[in-house]
Every structure is written in structure tokens, then in C-alpha cells.
């Protein structure tokens, strides 16, 4: 089983980029579908993307969807977030997630099977 650390967090100005990285430990990367999710204060966890094994498919939430890139390089075990044009209600902790099904990755925010420690993104207006 893979460990997740998230990194590229940190304060942007609305109109801004970030590029969230999350690397997984393990020789397994490769054969789990990963995703991106976060979760704001006082609110529920949601989905943000998410990426299959080969990185052939892709998918947005329709809140970050033509802004938003979601990528992977399975020789360096690392799947990105690139995130522009950031707003105000991207504030949240990000969480990158993986799991042998994309299928739970795109239909549930909680039952992923492996967690990273999440990365706090602030955008300020």
C-alpha cells in the first residue's frame, strides 16, 4: 500500500496559480487511480479531480473544471494539481487520495483507501 504526502500548498492572491504535488511511497503507485479533494472550513469534504492509473482519463469537479489540471508521473510516483485563476472559495485543505478503483475515487469523498496528511491552500481576495 502507497503513503501520500502532499506538498505546494500555501497563501495566493485571487488570479494566482498553485501547483499542488502529492508523492506516494511504494512500487505500487502506478496501479491505483488518484484523485484530489478538499475540504473548507465548516464544510463537507468534496471531490476536486481525479486521474486513472495511466493518467489517460481525467475528471473536475464543475467548481475548478477549465482551470483546474490534474496529472501524473508515475516514474517519479507523483500525481500534480494545477490550479489558476484561483478564487476566494478555493480556500480549503487539499487531500490527495488513491485507490485501486476510480470509480469510488469520482463517488465517494471519504472512502478512498489511502489518505495523504492534506496541504492548506489560502486564497486571499
Known amino acids: 500500500q502507497v503513503q501520500l504526502v502532499e506538498s505546494g500548498g500555501g497563501l495566493a492572491q485571487a488570479g494566482g496559480s498553485l501547483r499542488l504535488s502529492c508523492a506516494a511511497s511504494g512500487r505500487t503507485f502506478s496501479n491505483y487511480a488518484m484523485g484530489w479533494f478538499r475540504q473548507a472550513p465548516g464544510k463537507a469534504r468534496e471531490f476536486v479531480a481525479a486521474i486513472s492509473w495511466s493518467g489517460g482519463r481525467t475528471y473536475y469537479a464543475d467548481s475548478v473544471k477549465g482551470r483546474t489540471t490534474i496529472s501524473r508521473d508515475n516514474a517519479r510516483n507523483t500525481v500534480y494539481l494545477q490550479m489558476n485563476s484561483l478564487k476566494p472559495e478555493d480556500t480549503a485543505v487539499y487531500y490527495c487520495?488513491?485507490?485501486?478503483?476510480?470509480?469510488?475515487?469520482?463517488?465517494?469523498?471519504?472512502?478512498?483507501?489511502?489518505w495523504g496528511q492534506g496541504t492548506q491552500v489560502t486564497v486571499a481576495s
Open positions: 487520495a488513491a485507490d485501486s478503483s476510480l470509480g469510488l475515487l469520482l463517488h465517494s469523498t471519504t472512502s478512498a483507501a489511502v
